[in-house]
């Protein structure tokens, strides 16, 4: 081979090893190393760790964005870049930062294979705790709106002046508004919004949504439109419940309330009675208790079951006749005009504000004794 033939070959193995470098640039200019990371299917990965290490021994990690993407900049250079990507569910991926010659920027597509184990996973993050929101937050309308398609809800009103959203795993139906939540609290799930009419939350289904409110909040409205179980402790706010189907219960209420359950029991213990309560049932038996000292008017009403006062084992049974019950909203459930029922007004302690209790296909009960006492 001659000179020049030498000298050329020694020039293209050169090239070639550059090209090979994976970083062909003077360390003091700035280095950025960016790319996509997909799995399996190539699905990008949100959330994937992304950490790159120079030759310097400094470290930068990130993760990335909901498109898959991540960007790390060296703002000191470097000579070589090693790049390490894990993503829960996947095997780790390990590799150099390839810089084409003279350039500062170095595009790094990553494909992750499924498989690996928790060692090779990034840590599991702790969730994020509910969304936390001072009352300041929810303006002038003061309310909370929760409404979800499947899902138990559980409300505790507290002396705090804020209102704290929870979630977990739908493990037990709950038994009161103080039990306690099931293991394993979750990101909230959901969209969640301010807006002229308080706050405004859509949860995800299959969850157990546990709110913490001001028990003065002004207005409080749950609904679920599909199956679920509804709990209430400690709230003297207006009250507006619609359920599809599960139970309801409340406990220590003193407000406005309207409660709706078209597929289940409601079970309601009430502390302060200062305005009107409405319990309205398609298909299950209402419970009603209050104290001794309570000042009411009862207006209990079974289209086909019985009504009960445990305070005398009075039982009023069914009689013919017809019903207006649109005093108390029966449109809002479709009650159809009742073939026979049982129609009981009651006063007790002198008469006061009006407490409703209707149910087509059930029985109700009510009961005189001591609910749970209201926090201060």
Partial sequence: MSA???SVASGIWLAIAMLGTPLAHASAQVAVIRGTVRGTNSVVLEGAVVTVTSSDSVRRTTTTNDQGKYVIVFSQGGTTFQLN???????????????????????EDVVLRAGGSAADWPPAKAPTPALIYSRTDLGAADAVTITVDAGDIIVRGTSNDRVVYRTFPKVAPPTSADSPPPPGEIAPRGTHEIGADGLAIVAGSGVVLQIDVPRTLKRLKLTVTQAGQITVGNFDGELSILNASGSVGLGGIGGPTLVENRNGDITASIGTIPAAMNFLGRNGNITVQFTPEARANFLAEAHRGVITLDSTSQIVFPRSGGLDLSSIEDHRINIPPPDASTKLPWAVGGGGALISITTLNGNIIIRKNNPPKQEE
């Fill in 4 to 6: 020049r033939s030498s």
């Fill in 85 to 107: 990507v894990r993503a829960t569910g996947y095997q780790p991926w390990s590799g150099p930062a390839r810089f084409p010659v003279g350039a500062t920027t170095a595009t």
